[in-house]
């Protein structure tokens, strides 16, 4: 059974950072695309960044560019996010997907409140 797991969460002010992790685990073969989501209440789910399987080729939404950047350990099955400049608007639960397009199954997401 695959399990993605988000942490690192919280309450922070504009202009703070933040480092989200997500552990992935059962999967058969990999490494995988893999992808940021996220979703604001009462919003539709937006897609964030996304990675390689080997971490070479990277990709953000033009609403996070140049503030947020992903990255990977494959020997750890771990995702993260470097959140940096963050705003009121990136308030959301995010999500990591298995997968380019960021429309894979997602686990548990973590919520991050931008508020001050």
């Known amino acids: 059974e695959v399990q993605l797991q988000a942490s690192g969460g919280g309450t922070v002010k504009p202009g703070g950072s933040l480092r989200l992790s997500c552990v992935a685990s059962g999967f058969t073969s990999g490494p995988y695309d893999m992808s940021w989501v996220r979703q604001a209440p009462g919003k539709e789910p937006e897609w964030v960044s996304r990675?390689?399987?080997?971490?070479?080729?990277?990709d953000s939404a033009d609403s996070v560019k140049g503030r947020f950047t992903i990255s990977r350990d494959n020997a750890k099955n771990t995702l993260y996010l470097q959140m940096n400049s963050v705003k009121p608007e990136d308030t959301a639960v995010y999500y990591c997907t298995k997968g380019w397009d960021g429309l894979g199954p997602r686990g548990q997401g973590t919520l991050v409140t931008v508020s001050s």
């Open positions: 990675i390689s399987s080997g971490g070479g080729t990277t």
